[in-house]
Antibody, heavy 120, light 107 residues
Framework: EVQLVESGGGLVQPGGSLRLSCAAS????????MHWVRQAPGKGLVWVSR????????NHADSVKGRFTISRDNAKNTLYLQMNSLRVEDTAVYYC?????????????WGQGTLVAVSS | DIQMTQSPSSLSASVGDRITITCRAS??????LNWYQQKPGKAPKLLIF???SLQSGVPSRFSGSGSWTDFTLTISGLQPEDFATYFC?????????FGQGTSVEIK
């Protein structure tokens, strides 16, 4: 069974940093593109970042470019999101999501999410 | 970025009803369109990919259609467990973008 378990969320002040983790199991982690998607309270889904299976290519949404960094450790089956210079508008539930093995991007498995709250 | 617009934003329906949700892309995306269901406090779940292909394990009362810029999600015979929010998402290019969601509520 595919499992994605996020951790690392919490309350942080504006300008602060957090690192999210997503532990993957039940599939060959090193074969899949992986993503972070966020959802502000009561709002819709917004794609944040993605990373190639071997970690050599990453992409980030313009709203987080230069502040967030996605990475992965295939030996540990873990995905990360380093978030720096956090802003109030970054407050959201952050989901890690698996991309299907082949073809255009779609999110076929999701974690339960971890809440990041940015407030003074 | 490709903008995805869903309508309606919310709808009320009864168990057994047939409902349709529309998703429109700001440019042609062929059939690179996916649908997700999200229940309160839960992660989204993939329902349909490639505009009309049913994800494994999803009941056949869910169906999708459309191409280019206009797409629909239909639920034929609404069940109590179908009351949720539905999102479309384009996979034509990066960044992948979502519609704002359609909340399906019990009448």
């Amino acid at each position: 069974e595919v499992q994605l378990v996020e951790s690392g969320g919490g309350l942080v002040q504006p300008g602060g940093s957090l690192r999210l983790s997503c532990a993957a199991s039940g599939f060959t982690f090193s074969s899949h593109w992986m993503h972070w998607v966020r959802q502000a309270p009561g709002k819709g889904l917004v794609w944040v970042s993605r990373i190639r299976p071997d970690g050599t290519t990453t992409n980030h949404a313009d709203s987080v470019k230069g502040r967030f960094t996605i990475s992965r450790d295939n030996a540990k089956n873990t995905l990360y999101l380093q978030m720096n210079s956090l802003r109030v508008e970054d407050t959201a539930v952050y989901y890690c999501a698996r991309d299907r093995l082949n073809g255009p991007t779609l999110f076929d498995s999701w974690g339960q999410g971890t809440l990041v709250a940015v407030s003074s | 970025d490709i903008q995805m617009t869903q309508s309606p934003s919310s709808l009320s329906a009864s168990v057994g009803d047939r409902i349709t949700i529309t998703c429109r892309a700001s440019q042609s995306i062929s059939t690179y369109l996916n649908w997700y269901q999200q229940k309160p406090g839960k992660a989204p779940k993939l329902l349909i990919f490639g505009a009309s292909s049913l994800q494994s394990g999803v009941p056949s009362r869910f169906s999708g259609s459309g191409s280019w810029t206009d797409f629909t999600l239909t639920i034929s015979g609404l069940q109590p467990e179908d009351f949720a929010t539905y999102f479309c998402q384009q996979s034509f290019n990066v960044p992948p973008t979502f519609g704002q969601g359609t909340s399906v509520e019990i009448k």
